[in-house]
C-alpha cells in the first residue's frame, strides 16, 4: 500500500516550457487535490477534484490545468512555465474529510 | 471565506521541554479542525483531527491539541519533546460535514520548530 505517488521528485524547466505532474493514491479514495507549498505561505490550493470525473479551481488555479484520469490518477499540467510557479507542489487525497499527501514535487522554473 | 493563522514563524526549545503551537481561526460555524507535521523533504502527515466531541484530541508521537470555541484557537502541545520533533507544523480547517464539496482545507502558514540538544 503506497499511499499518494508523486512523479517526479524534481524537475527544473526553462521558461515557456510545459510539463505535467503526475499523482496516484491506491486508497481508492474519492477526492484528490493538488497543492503548491511556497516558504511562509503554508499549502495553497490549486485545483481539486472532489470525485471521478469533476475538477473545480481553488485558491491559485492560473497558469495550470488538471486532469482526473480516473479515480486513482490526477495530473497537474503547466503549459507555459513561469518563473512564479518555482514551488514544492503536493499531491492529496481524502476521504471522510481527512486528506493524506504524497512526497511532493520540487519544480524550478529558470 | 476561512482562514489560518499561525502566529510563530519559528519556535525553538530545549529537548525535554514542553512545547506549545499557536492557531487560531476564522470560520462562520464550528470547523474541522487538523495538524499536520511535515519532516524536511517529506510530504505533510497527519498528527490529529478534531471534528466533534472532546475538545482536547490526542494524536500520534504524544501530541494533543485543544479545541477552545470562545478564542476559535486549536492550539497543539506536546509535553516533552525530542530531538526528532524538528519539523514544521501546520495547522488546518476545513468545513464540517462530511460530504462537504470536496473537502476542502485552508492551511496556515506554518511554524517552524527547532530542538536544541
Known amino acids: ?26 486508497m481508492n479514495h474519492n477526492s484528490m487535490y493538488w497543492y503548491r507549498q511556497d516558504p511562509g505561505m503554508g499549502l495553497r490550493l490549486i485545483y481539486y477534484s472532489a470525485s471521478e470525473g469533476t ?31 518555482t514551488s514544492v507542489y503536493f499531491c492529496a ?17 529558470t | ?13 530545549s529537548e525535554g521541554a514542553s512545547l506549545e503551537l499557536r492557531c487560531n481561526y476564522s470560520y462562520g460555524a464550528t470547523p474541522y479542525l487538523f495538524w499536520y ?32 470555541r470562545s478564542q476559535s484557537s486549536f492550539n497543539l502541545r506536546k509535553p516533552s519533546v525530542h530531538w526528532s520533533d524538528a519539523a514544521e507544523y501546520f495547522c488546518a480547517v476545513g468545513a464540517q460535514g462530511i460530504k462537504a464539496a470536496g473537502n476542502k482545507l485552508t492551511f496556515g502558514g506554518g511554524t517552524r520548530v527547532l530542538v536544541k540538544p
Open chain 1, 1 to 26: 500500500n503506497a499511499g499518494v505517488t508523486q512523479t517526479p521528485k524534481f524537475q527544473v524547466l526553462k521558461t515557456g516550457q510545459s510539463m505535467t505532474l503526475q499523482c496516484a493514491q491506491d
Open chain 1, 55 to 85: 475538477t473545480d479551481k481553488g485558491e491559485v488555479p492560473n497558469g495550470y490545468n488538471v486532469s482526473r484520469l480516473n479515480k486513482r490518477e490526477f495530473s497537474l499540467r503547466l503549459e507555459s512555465a513561469a518563473p512564479s510557479q
Open chain 1, 93 to 109: 487525497s481524502s476521504e471522510l474529510a481527512v486528506q493524506y499527501f504524497g512526497p511532493g514535487t520540487r519544480l524550478t522554473v
Open chain 2, 1 to 13: 471565506a476561512q482562514s489560518v493563522t499561525q502566529p510563530d514563524i519559528h519556535i525553538t526549545v
Open chain 2, 37 to 68: 507535521v511535515q519532516s524536511p523533504g517529506q510530504g505533510l502527515q497527519l498528527l490529529l483531527k478534531y471534528f466533534s466531541g472532546d475538545t482536547l484530541v490526542q494524536g500520534i508521537k504524544g501530541f494533543e491539541a485543544e479545541f477552545k
